[in-house]
């Protein structure tokens, strides 16, 4: 029905008993009121394009768009019309454009930020290690680049640098799979229109690690440890003697040990393994875990508050105060694996001791967690250890059975 609107007649509008009713304007092109039985009223506007077919679109909600205003607006639009433009498409347009334009980030920097916080946080159980190798390799050297203006040589030049000058090996392609997955994601919610890094090729890179440290490299390395003290060296003394990968111990919550300090179990969340993982505590781990200073959520911290999170300071230290060179800290893990090798413990054993990957009928029909086995092969490089860097080494040390 057509009706000459005033504010009167709009305000008295009554709702429906169910559905809308839609009263249309007399004066203005197209312009009509629809009432919602909630009692809900809004503006729409009838308009016909030049050379496409009729269109509608809600211009606004009654009383917050007045009645001179919306007619103001439908003169505008049919106006627009005439000469071929549609005014309403445009404006969405706009709109969404100054929504993108709002949350999108204008830098690499800020890109790895926000894919940290919105994206890696919520889907990765490592994403603090996503976090740092941003940090410290891609932010420093493209991190200032706008999103618009990176190229594919400016990756190119990163993973050069970061295996010709720096030397690292599968960090690299680590680094290039992470700005690969973050350009995706920023595509994805077009911030970006190509990937520059997509058909950037993986590095080849060495072989796997074989490196086992000596007995004198061991002592030189703990005796620098205790020489650091806590939280670094700490950390690094628990590596020796639990077996555990770096970032388990390193990032080791107090209440992970039971209350009556006999084990320590890894969630599920929290391993490589997704499992839960028990590692009996040895003598010599309780004993340094006892002489951690109290308080605090976490077993190394530098602040009481965080997880300890200095390994790149304190390898340069352990170098410089142990004279030890070209090794790493997983080169402990694959040491303290081999030691216990020697000492009779049983592959098996030491692969539950590791949390490595088991054949999938283990996993389901074989649920021993090998506890007391998995304590005395950490009894006995513990003893192992006692000796190898104690000033005094003429006492034996007897090798478990095989």
């Not at 169910?18 to 308009?47: C, N």
């Not at 007619?71 to 969404?96: F, M, N, S, T, W």
């Not at 929290?270 to 993982?277: C, E, V």
């Not at 009996?280 to 002489?291: D, H, N, V």
Request: charged share 30%.
């Amino acid at each position: 029905m057509l009706q000459k609107f005033t504010d009167r007649f709009i305000a008295s509008l009554k709702p429906p008993g169910s559905g809308r009713r839609e009263v249309r304007d007399s004066e203005a092109p197209g312009l009509a009121i629809r009432v919602t039985a909630a009692g809900e009223k809004s503006w729409a506007v009838r308009y016909s394009p030049k050379d496409a077919p009729q269109r509608r679109a809600t211009i606004g909600l009654y009383p917050g768009l007045s009645l001179s205003e919306a007619r103001a607006k439908a003169y505008d639009i049919a106006a627009a019309a005439k000469r071929g433009i549609d005014l309403v498409a445009g404006e969405e347009r706009a709109r969404l454009a100054r929504l993108q334009t709002a949350g999108r980030p204008q830098t690499v920097r800020e890109l790895t930020r926000k894919y940290v916080e919105d994206h890696a946080k919520a889907n990765h159980r490592r994403w603090k290690l996503t976090e740092r190798i941003f940090q410290m390799h891609v932010d420093p050297k493209i991190g200032p680049l706008l999103l618009d203006a990176v190229r594919r040589a400016d990756v190119v030049t990163l993973l050069d640098d970061l295996q010709n000058k720096k030397k690292l090996n599968a960090q690299v392609n680590r680094v290039r799979s992470l700005i690969i997955a973050a350009f995706n994601w920023a595509i994805e919610r077009e911030w970006m229109q190509a990937n520059p890094a997509a058909i950037v090729r993986k590095r080849r890179i060495e072989h796997s690690r074989t490196r086992v440290l000596t007995d004198n490299e061991i002592r030189a390395i703990w005796k620098a440890a205790v020489k650091i003290g806590y939280p670094g060296g700490n950390f690094l003394r628990a590596l020796m003697l639990c077996c555990q990968r770096r970032n388990e111990v390193q990032e080791m919550p107090r209440k992970e040990i039971k209350d009556d300090g006999s084990d320590w179990i890894i969630p599920a969340s929290r391993n490589k393994g997704k499992r839960d993982h028990l590692i009996p505590l040895s003598t010599a781990l309780r004993e340094l875990f006892a002489g951690t200073p109290e308080g605090g959520p976490y077993m190394f911290s530098a602040n009481g508050e965080h997880p300890y999170a200095g390994q790149v300071r304190l390898k340069r230290i352990l170098d410089r105060e142990c004279g030890v060179s070209d090794w790493t800290f997983h080169d402990i893990r694959r040491t303290v694996s081999t030691r216990m090798a020697e000492l009779g413990v049983s592959l098996e054993v030491r692969r539950h001791l590791l949390n490595h990957a088991r054949p999938k009928l283990d996993q389901v029909y074989n649920v021993y967690e090998f506890r007391a086995e998995k304590l005395r092969a950490l009894e006995a490089w513990a003893e192992r250890l006692r000796w190898i860097v104690s000033d005094n080494r003429d006492a034996k040390v007897v090798p478990l059975r095989r």
